[in-house]
């Protein structure tokens, strides 16, 4: 297990910035390139430059990077982002080497050693690949390694997007149990709306959802990358809700930002740290299947914090096994939770719309059991 180092205090503050013992950089791929679309070894060396500083001042760094694709482009005399999935692949394969390669020499310079953590969606939503990912980060951490994180675009099965890489940061941030995280980006941080748009004004500070529903975030991405604002705001409300603040702004002040200065954008916490699962369930799980629930049912799960039993089931969809994470819904087909399943699919139907009792009587003690037990559940929305 990683704990998080002696003498670490909550983040209340940016000055509490600088005395984080823990800290997840994420950067994006217009941060490293030129304007070409290649990538930038002054912009890389300068990130590099700000980071050894940090991990010599005794830190823990671990870096999330984007730019595998980007870094791919030149060597392969593309212009442009592709956009079907085999040349991205390609790009990636060819350019991970490289972008891995010029930080691997850049932090050795300062007598640093890297290690390359590839991940997948996997890696952050089937429960067995997310305790492998954790058990890699603490031994890395333990040696003084400093990580260096990307998602494994060359063997994604799905859409790659640039801008997964923001969400990926926010639950390596609880995954490590990091005390802040960083997000560089192109901008300057958040807006009031697009920057450049009259009337438009940096928002130094973001305290609560409240604050980021009056502003107009933009969706848009760079021509390199396509992550836009709306992906680092949702990855700043996962490391947030989980007690981790959150400093976005762009990547030459990076240094400024570690060393707690009025850069950029602080999102305060708004949760406290919570174990791995809940924040895994909440934010990274991909469902096997859906348990529909009766009014009486959302009500206790909802609002009492109770267990999902038989009783309050009233459909059941999908194939999963017990242990697989499901949603709960509402008889709207609103999704109020999720949470690992007791019972295997198959077993459901027999039993839901039932008391544990008569299940009990009939079946054998075994069945007295929850569907969904309320320490394996988190209650969404």
């Given at each position: 297990m990683i704990n998080s180092p002696a003498g670490t205090r909550p983040m209340t503050d940016r000055a509490a910035l600088r005395d984080a013992r823990r800290v997840v950089i994420k950067v994006g791929s217009s941060s490293l390139t030129s304007d070409g679309g290649a990538l930038d070894p002054d912009r890389l060396a300068g990130l590099v430059d700000a980071l050894a500083a940090r991990h010599r001042a005794g830190a823990e760094v671990v870096l999330v990077s984007s730019g595998a694709i980007a870094a791919g482009l030149v060597?392969?005399?593309?212009?442009?982002?592709?956009?079907?999935?085999?040349?991205?692949?390609?790009?990636?394969?060819?350019?991970?080497?490289?972008?891995?390669?010029?930080?691997?020499?850049?932090?050795?310079?300062?007598?640093?050693?890297?290690?390359?953590?590839?991940?997948?969606?996997?890696?952050?939503?089937?429960?067995?690949?997310?305790r492998n990912a954790h058990r890699t980060f603490a031994k890395l951490l333990e040696l003084g390694v400093l990580p260096v994180v990307n998602e494994n675009d060359t063997v994604a099965t799905s859409e790659i997007r640039f801008g997964d890489n923001d969400r990926l940061a926010a639950l390596v941030a609880h995954l490590v149990h990091a005390d802040a995280l960083v997000l560089l980006s192109d901008v300057d941080g958040l807006w009031t709306d697009k920057p450049g748009t009259p009337g438009a004004v940096p928002v130094p500070q973001v305290h609560s959802r409240t604050d980021i529903d009056k502003i107009n975030i933009s969706a848009t991405g760079s021509a390199v990358g396509t992550g836009g604002m709306i992906t680092k705001v949702d990855a700043a409300a996962i490391a947030t809700s989980a007690g981790i603040p959150v400093v976005l702004t762009v990547a030459a002040n990076c240094r400024r930002a570690l060393a707690g200065e009025p850069v950029g954008t602080i999102f305060h916490p708004t949760g406290k740290r919570r174990p791995a699962r809940l924040l895994w369930l909440a934010h990274a799980s991909s469902t096997s299947g859906d348990l529909w629930l009766d009014a009486g049912a959302v009500r206790a799960v909802v609002e009492r914090k109770a267990s999902l039993l038989p009783a309050g089931v009233t459909r059941v969809e999908g194939a999963f096994s017990a242990g697989d994470p499901v949603n709960l819904r509402g008889p709207s087909g609103q999704v109020v939770a999720r949470g690992l399943a007791g019972f295997d699919a198959s077993e459901l139907p027999s039993l839901i719309g039932r008391s544990t009792r008569e299940l009990g009587a009939e079946f054998g003690p075994e069945y007295e059991r929850t569907v969904v037990h309320r320490d394996a559940l988190v209650v969404l929305g």
């Open positions: 060597p392969l005399g593309l212009t442009r982002r592709p956009r079907d999935l085999p040349l991205q692949q390609a790009a990636a394969a060819v350019g991970q080497g490289l972008l891995v390669e010029q930080y691997a020499s850049r932090f050795a310079a300062h007598e640093i050693t890297t290690g390359q953590v590839l991940l997948t969606v996997d890696d952050v939503t089937r429960r067995s690949h997310y």
